[in-house]
């Protein structure tokens, strides 16, 4: 078997870690006792990718919810689905880090890092054949971004051939935490993708024309978007069934060290939510700028690989000439020559609550915006040394800082970079 071990970290982590079991749990026919609700294979075949099944008749989620403090998980064991956790893989401290990395990172981190790696050590003596881990955390806070890097880099150093995917929420600010965090994110993350808050209150603001919205709407999209992403690897699928051939179809330029956040970085679209019409509104969804997840401008840079996943009743031949068609239209949006650079997969089983469904996670060089935007900030406030001293107590050093913005403005510019080729290519086509 392939499993997966989920890792939520912090606020934001565990609180979309427990929207997405609430979500799957239903996909699979699961109760929240852990018990199935209704027996058929289509559902229940690749179950033990994210569940472990105890005494023959329960289904169990493999994870490990993690936070500094104590209210968040407390909330999660008193909420509808709390009984179907395994207890011993609750894993808490108190009060918190006030939203400092150094102290996720450094001090308050370093004293339960040994117990969260026992917790997780037992679930992969237990897993058959362990494919990765996927981790859910918010850059923002301190335990999200200072201890979910800091897990990162020693599950790294004992589980190095694993694949390690982050499901990572960018804030509108903590510039200091984010920039940090990314710069740990391209040492010890095989794809990081990028979910962006800003971009979430515009989906649920324009889109689902909501009011008052509350971190639970947009965590209600973070969990359809993270079925979507993963339903080609719970449910049988020929294309994109394990978290590796995600990265061979996605990342491309794997050997080359130097460009490592343009291999880990996915920016994000989504189609969801809307009752599909027929394939062609379909596929205009999933690429239509309205519905993605990071606040870029796509137009700025083409995707250089991209998955489409598509849930519901398709016939393949039409989804295939659909997307042909598509592309014809819309060859800009693609970087040209490379072969097989937009691949399909498509799953029976439909999303909660919609027929045809479908979810696209492209690899785009228009991504770098939001790198830029990062940056600039950071430096802003890194220039005048603001707020530094409260790192530097909890024994940081500022050469840390000074690393972090030199490998983001790298980054930028391997993205610069790539985005160059492309335009040159573009024209010589013309
Ligand atoms: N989308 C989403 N964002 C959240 C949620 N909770 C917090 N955030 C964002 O995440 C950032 C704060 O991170 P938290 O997850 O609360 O912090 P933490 O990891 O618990 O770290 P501490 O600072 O130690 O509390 C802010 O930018 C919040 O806007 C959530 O449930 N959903
Ligand atoms: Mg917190």
Redesign the pocket.
Known sequence: MREIILLQ?????N??GIKFWEEIVQEHRIDENGQLIQQDLQFQQNLDVYFNEVDGNRYIPRNVLI???SE?LDNVRASKYGKLFRPDNFIQNQG?????FAI?HYTKGNEILNKVLDVIRHQVENADCLQGFQLT??L??????GFGTLLLSKLQEDYFDKIFQSYS?F????YYNTAITVNHLIENCSQCISID?EA?YKICMNKLKLKNIC?ED??NI?SALMSGTTCSLRFPNQLNSSLRQLSVNLILFKSINLLYLFRDCISLQLHMLLQLLNTVYLIDQMFDPQNQFCAIHCKQGRYQTGACLFRGQFSSFELENQMMQFLKKNHQKLVQNLPNNLNISQCNVSQKGLVNSGTFIGNTTAIKQMFKRIYNNFQAILKRKAFLHWYINEGMDELEFIEAGQNIQNLISEYQQYSEIDDYEEEQQE
Do not use: A, K, M, R
């Open positions: 970290i912090g606020q934001c982590g609180q979309i936070d500094l403090e968040t918190g880090t006030c939203n400092n996720g955390h918010s923002g806070g301190g335990t999200g971004s929420v804030p509108l600010e903590e808050n979430l971190y947009l965590n973070i």
